[in-house]
């Protein structure tokens, strides 16, 4: 019986500390942050975000270690929610200001560029290709916390990914690499909700982006596409493997 009790104590999964959140927060720095960046669109706004993603991780005492990591990327965006509440628009509006500086998270022009799309797009259309294709949330978990059907999920990240194709390539075209006036632009820009099925596009680097606008690509090419945008602009595909 003592035996069983010790196999039992030692089989039994230990709990996250504040010191084991502080650690992945301090050793995935780069990557929590343009997280937040990437959902609220705004530097002030992400650093609030971050921080209070941290305050919050540091009071749980119910997370499994091997999850910590994970549930501090689902709490920072839990938290940008909390803070920006989006709501799926049912009238076309301008998109929200980005940030008009430099993102200094990006790792390369091609990064840059993508990002600077991504800002451009309205809040909840943001969120969903944050939450759908960086983080590998299902539709419904999409729906759940954005509080929204699973088909304005769908809708949203095909709008969305309409317009990061259009505005890469319209950077890509241009042969520059995003600086602060492409994040101004990305700002006034509108999300444009054009039928997606069909969208071809023919410059190196927007390929992954155009199979993922499309409805006739397979499931394999679909995920292997949402692969590369998650690594080209985290670095490494960093997102919850248990979305």
Not at 1 to 23: G, K, N, V
Not at 111 to 117: D, G
Not at 189 to 214: E, M, Y
């Amino acid at each position: 019986m003592l035996r069983t009790s010790l196999i039992s104590a030692e089989e039994a999964p230990a709990y996250a500390t504040s010191s084991d959140f502080s650690s992945v927060f301090a050793n995935d720095l780069d990557n929590m942050h343009l997280l937040s960046f990437l959902l609220t669109a705004d530097h002030t706004k992400a650093d609030d975000c971050f921080i209070s993603g941290l305050e919050s991780c540091d009071k749980e005492n119910g997370v499994f270690r091997d999850w910590a990591r994970s549930w501090a990327r689902r709490t920072i965006v839990r938290t940008a929610i909390h803070m920006l509440r989006p709501r799926r628009n049912h009238s076309p509006a301008p998109a929200a200001a980005g940030d008009p500086v430099n993102c200094e998270f990006a790792r390369s022009p091609e990064a840059k560029r993508t990002i600077a799309s991504i800002l451009g797009l309205e809040d909840f259309e943001r969120f969903v290709l944050v939450m759908s294709v960086l983080e590998k949330y299902s539709d419904q978990d999409c729906s759940v916390l954005l509080d929204c059907t699973r088909q304005d999920v769908r809708e949203a990240r095909a709008r969305a990914l309409q317009h990061v194709a259009e505005s890469y390539s319209l950077r890509s075209v241009g042969g520059s690499g995003a600086d602060s006036n492409d994040f101004e632009e990305a700002g006034r820009r509108k999300s444009h909700p054009a039928p997606v099925l069909g969208f071809v596009a023919d410059f190196q680097g927007v390929t992954g982006i155009s199979a993922l606008c499309s409805f006739e690509a397979s499931n394999e090419t679909q995920a292997n596409s949402r692969s590369d945008l998650r690594h080209k602009i985290y670095g490494v595909d960093c997102a919850t493997e248990d979305s």
